[in-house]
């Protein structure tokens, strides 16, 4: 890293720029569209959620995405080829939308290929970017980096979602695929200059492929040896599983908060988008609290990245027991602050993990941080496709088992506990093989990797 040119704030906003633009892509697919075929092109909802299903499915390429960067040595072009397929699967995905009124088969395979390009964009430009910000930034700047990217990729949600739903009003699939074109020209120029000059040439040597062995079926053979070799580091497998635990129960109560506080607490549809509101306000709240943590000037003073890791999940496991309880105490529970404190312990742990994920992607042997990074990238994202299925999935099943509606969801909120409680431990394994790690002498970093595998 001595070669090549450590970032500052600009050009980590240059990143965070990037970020929102992926969110903006998304967050139309995701909200607008699947708002459209439920209501205007009255399908049930239970399509639009397979689609976003699939689009989360097809991220499990995002190994091979990383093993892409780490050959090509280069971050940019995955980061701007990603933005250039996912604006096109947006586009795509609108055109198809308005094309099932009239050819329903039709616009259903176009859907399908748009959320799949949806995915393969995600996938390429948001490994490509945690990559370079985990070789390019410093530790003590990784948490506020990266919440300052992640802030900005929120904000691309609320940008877009207001300015969307204003130029389509009053709807038409005209005025929608318009839109939708306009925006996906739009982020393909705001990434295009926001990574331009930003990384710069990387003049380390690409290997070569051996004559006679053909580039494809070396590149395959390497990629599997590589993943291989990445899953036998003691460390990041242990985050891989501590991603996925966590990401599952973060994303299995989005679904059920809503219909929870309607159903046991009486709450009418505007109270409980009030409730999803303060929510997010307190994992906003979360998130810039680890930043703190993280910041030079303050550094050890509120403790550490890693040790928030840990305590963001064991909150986030009180706050779930509290949920449970609540399902049974009912009215006299306070569940305001109740969600308060699962949304602040949840932008913790979250905002926490990216920055460990980046601090981890760099250790290890060399050359293979987008394969690291494309790992667990992969182990959240079929987290989040499965948390929502499974969490209403789970609902449901407990309800018919349980008369009890607010025993029913206690018992699907007892399960999400326990996830974030094996999460904690796992955070707890992943900071204790990491000290181990960097206090081990040089000369016995081999018999220590040998040992963690």
């Not at 600009?10 to 139309?28: H, I, P």
């Not at 976003?52 to 280069?74: N, S």
């Not at 609540?326 to 905002?351: H, M, T």
Request: charged residues 10%.
């Amino acid at each position: 890293m001595s070669s090549v040119r450590v970032f500052g704030w600009l050009d980590v906003a240059r990143l965070g720029l990037v970020q929102a633009c992926m969110g903006a892509v998304v967050v139309v697919t995701t909200s607008t569209l699947n708002r459209i075929m439920v209501v205007e092109l009255a399908l049930p909802a239970l399509l639009p959620g397979l689609l976003v299903a699939l689009h989360y499915l097809v991220q499990m390429v995002r190994p091979r995405m990383g093993f892409g960067a780490d050959q090509g040595r280069r971050c940019s072009p995955w980061m701007l080829g990603g933005v250039i397929v996912l604006a096109a699967g947006g586009l795509l995905a609108s055109v198809a939308t308005v094309l099932m009124q009239s050819a329903f088969g039709l616009g259903l395979g176009l859907c399908i290929l748009a959320f799949s390009m949806i995915g393969l964009g995600v996938s390429a430009c948001g490994t490509s970017l945690l990559v370079l910000m985990a070789k390019r930034v410093p530790d003590s700047r990784r948490a506020p980096a990266a919440t300052l990217v992640w802030m900005m990729m929120i904000l691309g949600f609320a940008m877009t979602a207001v300015t969307v739903g204003k130029l389509i009003d009053p709807y038409t699939p005209e005025q929608l695929i318009r839109v939708t074109a306009g925006l996906s020209v739009l982020v393909i120029c705001i990434a295009a200059l926001s990574l331009w000059g930003l990384e710069g040439q990387d003049t380390r040597s690409v290997k070569a492929v051996p004559a006679g062995e053909s580039a494809q079926n070396r590149s395959a053979s390497k990629f599997k040896e590589t993943l291989l070799q990445v899953w036998r580091e003691r460390q990041a497998r242990t985050f891989t599983i501590f991603v996925f635990l966590s990401m599952l129960a973060y994303s299995a109560q989005d679904l059920i908060l809503e219909p929870f506080a309607g159903d046991v607490f009486g709450m009418s549809p505007g109270q409980t988008t009030q409730l999803a509101g303060l929510q997010h306000g307190a994992v906003l709240a979360g998130m810039l609290w680890v930043a703190l943590v993280g910041w030079e000037r303050v550094k050890g003073r509120l403790g550490s990245v890693q040790s928030w890791m840990v305590w963001g999940c064991l909150i986030s496991a009180v706050a779930m027991v509290g949920l449970s309880t609540a399902g049974i105490q009912g009215q006299n529970w306070p569940l305001k602050a109740n969600i308060v404190l699962l949304g602040v312990a949840n932008g913790a742990f979250s905002i926490a993990a990216i920055a460990t994920m980046m601090r981890l992607s760099t250790q290890g042997e060399q050359g293979h941080e987008g394969t690291r990074m494309g790992l667990w990238g992969a182990a959240q994202a079929i987290a989040f496709g499965l948390g929502g299925i499974l969490g209403t999935a789970a609902s449901d099943i407990a309800h018919w088992l349980v008369a009890s509606s607010g025993l029913a969801y206690s018992t699907v909120f007892g399960f999400e506990a326990l996830m974030f409680a094996l999460s904690a431990w796992c955070a707890i394994l992943v900071n204790r093989n990491g000290v181990v790690a960097e206090q081990a002498p040089a000369y016995f970093s081999t018999e220590l990797q040998r040992a963690q595998s």
